[in-house]
């Protein structure tokens, strides 16, 4: 069996990505205090577990 890393980041949101979507959303960049407001807020928002069994279903016959 190959050894694996369990601790690896599979996937991430980076400040570019929040202000690409408030800009769009929203019509402006946030501020840095906005983002410092949502960032620990916004993994409550996605549901994790859907898009794991989602992606599975999809690729692993």
Known sequence: ???VNLDKV???LTI???Q???DDFL???L???EIELIEGKIGDNIDWYC???NTIT???K
Request: charge should be negative.
């Open 51 to 53: 898009a794991i069994v």
């Open 1 to 3: 069996m190959i050894a």
């Open 10 to 12: 599979i996937y991430q």
């Open 31 to 33: 501020t840095i205090n």
């Open 58 to 60: 999809l690729n692993i």
């Open 16 to 18: 570019e990505d929040i």
């Open 20 to 22: 690409n979507v408030a």
């Open 27 to 29: 019509g402006r960049l």
